[in-house]
Every structure is written in C-alpha cells, then in structure tokens.
Nanobody, 121 residues
Framework: EVQPVESGGGSVQPGGSLRLSCAAS????????MSWYRQSPGKEREFVSG???????RYAESVKGRFTISQGGGKNTLYLQMNSLKPEDTAMYYC???????????????WGQGTQVTVSS
C-alpha cells in the first residue's frame, strides 16, 4: 500500500511562509493522486489543495493566491508552499493518497499522521 508521510510543519508569525512536504512510501503499479487537507479544533476536515484527474490544480477559496502545490523529487512527492500565512491557517495538515480503482486495482485512500501548522504572534 502507498502510505503518505507529512513533514515541514511548525510555528510561524502572521505573514510568514512555510513549505510542507508529502512523501508516499511503498510502491504500487496502480494509479494514484495526492492532496492536502487540514483540520482545526472544533471543525471538520477540509480540502486545501490537490490535482484534478486532468492535472489541473485545485485550491480552497480561502487559500487561493497564497498557497501553491507542486511536484518534486519524483511523482511520489507533493509540496505545499504556504505564503502570507494567517492565524486562520492554524491547523493539522494531512496528506491523502487516493488509489484509483481501475486497471484491476483496488481503490482506496490513505491518510498521513499530519503535521501541525501554527500561525500566531
């Protein structure tokens, strides 16, 4: 199975920047994609950014213009560059891998353990 592992979280001041990384461990010949979610205390887990099946980038309205996703270190690594951070961005950030249930492959999703991002002065 493909298991994502997040890194790069930390504590920053408002207006600062942070770069998160998601690395997928393991190997599979099945197609899969990767995306970012976040969850703050008392709120539901929400989508942050990811790639559509056609390769186009998607962003939550609250992070458009500030966050950027990119691929590096091979297709098994996904970055999330976060600029102009706000206190509202404080949350546990999770990476999700979604394996497509085609080509005879069993479809499933896996979540990382998360990396904490705290934005405060």
């Amino acid at each position: 199975e493909v298991q994502p592992v997040e890194s790069g979280g930390g504590s920053v001041q408002p207006g600062g920047s942070l770069r998160l990384s998601c690395a997928a461990s393991g190997y599979t010949y099945c197609y899969y994609d990767m995306s970012w979610y976040r969850q703050s205390p008392g709120k539901e887990r929400e989508f942050v950014s990811g790639f559509d099946p056609d390769g186009s980038e998607r962003y939550a309205e609250s992070v458009k213009g500030r966050f950027t996703i990119s691929q590096g270190g091979g297709k098994n690594t996904l970055y999330l560059q976060m600029n102009s951070l706000k206190p509202e961005d404080t949350a546990m950030y999770y990476c999700k891998t979604r394996v497509y249930g085609d080509r005879g492959c069993p479809g499933y999703s896996s979540w990382g353990q998360g990396t904490q991002v705290t934005v405060s002065s």
